[in-house]
């Protein structure tokens, strides 16, 4: 029996000859996360392969894992399963036409906009005079007009915000 090993290699063949099934990457797994050390010599003691080797669990491949990152891959595994449930759900909910593209909405909106910045416009130009008029350049007349602006303003107002029947399209 050797008293130290030079590398990965015989650690792993001495382990393999002495019953413990292991293979090459997972040793050299466990010498990268510091779970088998080499000494300051650059070779692996004896006693330092036989405490990994108990540590081993017999009849398994691979020893088990650091605790820190057993819990670390757990909790990577439950956000990885939140993150799938909440993209499925709005996946389906797209489906179902819960859910509107806000690029979409957003042309909806502005379209809507330019359509009330033209009525507005197209109602100062064209009832100007009819303004004038009810107000025959007196200022006691003011609340008519004001009526008469209000009112206009209410039934653009009212074009403005009728119902819209948002058509979606639904592409896979």
Do not use: C
Request: charge should be neutral.
């Amino acid at each position: 029996m050797p008293d130290r090993f030079k590398n990965v290699m015989q650690v792993v063949q001495y382990l393999n000859d002495n019953g413990h099934q292991v293979s090459k990457s997972s040793v050299y797994n466990h010498v990268k996360v510091g779970r088998l050390i080499k000494g300051n010599d650059g070779y692996f003691s004896f006693s330092t392969v036989q405490k990994y080797a108990s540590s081993l669990q017999s009849g398994s491949d691979v020893a088990a894992a650091d605790p820190i990152s057993v819990s670390e891959k757990q909790d990577a595994d439950t956000r990885k399963a939140a993150a799938q449930a909440k993209h499925w759900e709005i996946k389906t909910k797209i489906l179902e036409g819960k859910y509107v593209e806000s690029e979409w909405a957003e042309r909806q909106l502005a379209s809507r906009a330019m359509v009330l910045k033209s009525d507005m416009e197209n109602f100062f130009r064209s009832r100007a005079p009819e303004i004038i008029a009810r107000g025959d350049g007196k200022a006691e007349f003011a609340p008519d007009v004001i009526d008469y602006l209000l009112g206009e303003f209410e039934k653009i107002l009212g074009r403005y915000s009728e119902p819209i029947e948002f058509k979606i399209s639904v592409e896979q």
